[in-house]
């Protein structure tokens, strides 16, 4: 099977990240996977949900959405359909999960929100793996700022978070699907893991045929590679302060 970028199947496709991308936001990361661009954009504020009031705690929430140009065809503003569609919805509750797993949040500072908005600019398959990933960069460049600012004493950052694919295409199995594998595979999964390998969440799903718990065993292991190779670039990304990132799957 010839992939993407001549890849093998325990490849992934090249990765450039480019911090602080938007000029008013207090931390942006333009993540890109291969042809998927994802803009992330993290803001604080100290409005907290009338649910989550006197509780001295802060909240991590996000949103998603695909700009109309990103796809194949014009995909609608969800604005203009008056809500955000079932998927939509489904993929911001993921990102916010996946970064109040590893979040303090009785350090964020009292009763305050951050708010990660991950805008889909062009899509090529695994577009919320890649606003995950994305997501946590922009969330500590946030955190960061809300210290240097003196609101926190220490980051509330308790490990990474990062989140990769795998499916099984044409009998193999393979990491990171861009959009033509992804439409055809045979199984389907999102893997989203900390810092020390643990899984936070496996969305998995035989699209066209069941799979044994050797493939599943398979797909996890693989997971777990592409995600540990995700929270090394984070690593060099945050702990060398470097602007702009840019390597090969």
Request: some cysteine.
């Amino acid at each position: 099977m010839q992939r993407s970028y001549d890849r093998a199947a325990d490849q992934m496709r090249p990765i450039t990240i480019t911090r602080r991308y938007l000029k008013h936001a207090t931390g942006s990361c333009l993540f890109e996977l291969g042809d998927t661009k994802v803009l992330c954009a993290a803001t604080m504020s100290d409005t907290i949900a009338a649910w989550r009031r006197g509780s001295g705690l802060g909240w991590v929430t996000a949103e998603y959405s695909l700009l109309p140009a990103s796809t194949h065809t014009r995909t609608r503003r969800e604005v203009s359909a008056g809500a955000p569609s079932g998927r939509t919805h489904e993929i911001q509750r993921l990102i916010g999960r996946s970064l109040r797993t590893i979040v303090d949040m009785g350090g964020m500072g009292g009763e305050c929100t951050l708010t990660v908005d991950c805008d889909v600019i062009q899509a090529d398959g695994g577009t919320r793996t890649a606003a995950i990933t994305g997501a946590y960069i922009a969330m500590y460049d946030a955190f960061s700022a809300w210290r240097e600012a003196g609101r926190i004493k220490e980051l509330p950052i308790l490990d990474h978070v990062a989140a990769t694919s795998v499916g099984l295409v044409d009998g193999m199995v393979c990491l990171d699907l861009d959009y033509s594998e992804d439409s055809v595979a045979e199984v389907d999964m999102n893997v989203v893991s900390d810092g020390r390998g643990r899984f936070i969440e496996v969305q998995g799903t035989g699209e066209r045929t069941p799979f044994d718990r050797v493939r599943l065993d398979a797909m996890l292991d693989l997971a777990g590679a592409g995600t540990a190779r995700l929270v090394e670039i984070q690593r060099r990304v945050l702990g060398d302060d470097l602007e702009v990132f840019s390597e090969r799957g």
